[in-house]
């Protein structure tokens, strides 16, 4: 059965390619907001609940009924009528669907609210400011610096990149929640990424990026606000690109620098990756799970046709950007790893496969690739038809073995179709689509004709959407079709300046 030309991709916590991943030209992609008194941006959604319209359930009463942001099993036990369910909420989520204000939450006493997450239903969630608030498998999803609410925990605890990390690692105390990390730039560079980290599960919340030659500065929270997207997604890392558009190429300054950001983490960590000039090749670590009833597996990987005229696309794709695809490299997982994730059932699923990646060496060139996890396909009970997700736009570059380490996307389009619809085609959209995002490509347009990307050169769709839109065809329209194949030099600007292409 042919799917349908628009298809569903995702970020952790985002409705992506029908969708892969959300731009915004304000911090975050999807601009959720709580309604309390006033709306308050800066947050991203970190799950996608079920449609709204589900009645209550009779035996959820007033008296009886567990309050919103509590654990349940079934509706039934939710004084609201509705429970979001285990994996994706684990434990599971009382909460008030379809709420406008606070009001409207099945409260108690309790300090909830009322997100409106920009896409798909309100509903209302538990406000916190630490993380010590949230029970276990949640984090505090900041939406400012001091508060934020409680929402499942996209990744498992970080704790740093290990010891055969090939990059000088630098620890920062943060006295009193704020932190100034201090890196030097080299003479005449391409472009260069610091990474600021915090372990165990804390957050981090950029602030600016500033030379110390002249105070030439980089606003993370207002025009480069877009540069904050890993700590809204992630809590814990924010990998971070300059020059991350064409416009700041004149901003680039050699010398001593100083990254500004709060945390309520005792410390900060980072890494600098540094490019003299602007690369041209990306090596890929492609992970193949469950796929053996295509005859695909680690070892017939390099000779499959099917597959090897899919990275052929994907090749011509990136061409656009003068970037080729390097070194090629083949893995399987753990066959009890292949048994219980070939269908990817949740995000959680998605960040337990990234684990299972491996280094493909410990010397900076092999650290610096991209992994890809080709599963059968998505199974998420909350968004049907989802084909992918990029775990972070950009992506932390040289971190294998973590929570947040690729990209993971469905393979059941392998091989398939006919004259009408081409499955090797559309496979290569995903993979190159999702790839894109990882390397720091958001989507030209939301499918809610209201977020954009911050490049100048891709055309923004304010109405029609999908047929009408401008943008229609680019890579990075956020619905999956084959069609979509053009990169404009903006966007090759982000791809040329990620450390991953070398």
Known sequence: MRPSSFALLLVPGLVCLAAACSQSTEPSPEQPIIVVEDPVPDASDPSTLPDAGVDPDPDATAETGRVDGEACESDANCRSGFCAPDPDWPGGYCTTVDCE???????????????????????????????????????????????????????????????????????????????????????????????????????????????????????????????????????????????????????????????????????????????????????????????????????????????QDILATVESIYNQADVSLGQVRYFSVPEDAEEAYSVVRSEADVARLAMLTEAPGTDADSMLSANLILVQNFDFTDSAGTLGISMGIPGAPALHGSGISGVALTGEYIGRGGSRFDGNAFTANIIAHELGHFLGLFHTTESTARNFDPLDDTPRCTEGFPESCPDLGNLMFPLADPGNFTVTADQAHVIGVNPLVK
């Open 101 to 307: 204000t606070r009001v409207d939450c099945a409260s108690d006493g309790e300090n909830n609210a009322c997100l409106h997450p920009g896409r798909g239903s309100n509903f209302c969630v538990r406000l916190c400011t630490s993380n010590d608030e949230c029970r276990e498998g949640y984090v505090c999803q900041g939406l400012s610096q001091t508060e934020g609410y409680c929402a499942p925990n996209p990744a498992p605890p970080f704790d740093g990149p290990g010891d055969d990390f090939p990059f000088e690692v630098s620890c920062t105390p943060s006295p009193e929640g704020r932190a100034s990390l201090a890196f030097d730039v080299s003479d005449d560079l391409h472009s260069y990424t610091v990474v600021p980290f915090v372990s165990s599960g804390r957050r981090l919340f950029p602030s600016s990026v500033t030379s110390d030659l002249d105070g030439t500065s980089f606003n993370l929270r207002q025009e480069n606000g877009f540069q904050s997207t890993g700590a809204q997604l992630f809590g814990f890392i924010n990998p971070t690109i300059f020059p991350a558009v064409p416009d700041d190429i004149g901003k680039i300054r050699e010398g001593a620098h100083t990254y500004r950001l709060s945390t309520d983490d005792s410390e900060v960590c980072h890494y600098l990756l540094e490019r003299p000039t602007r690369g041209t090749e990306i090596d890929l670590n492609i992970y193949l799970v469950g796929l053996s009833y295509l005859g695909l597996n680690a070892n017939t990987a390099a000779n499959h046709d099917d597959l």
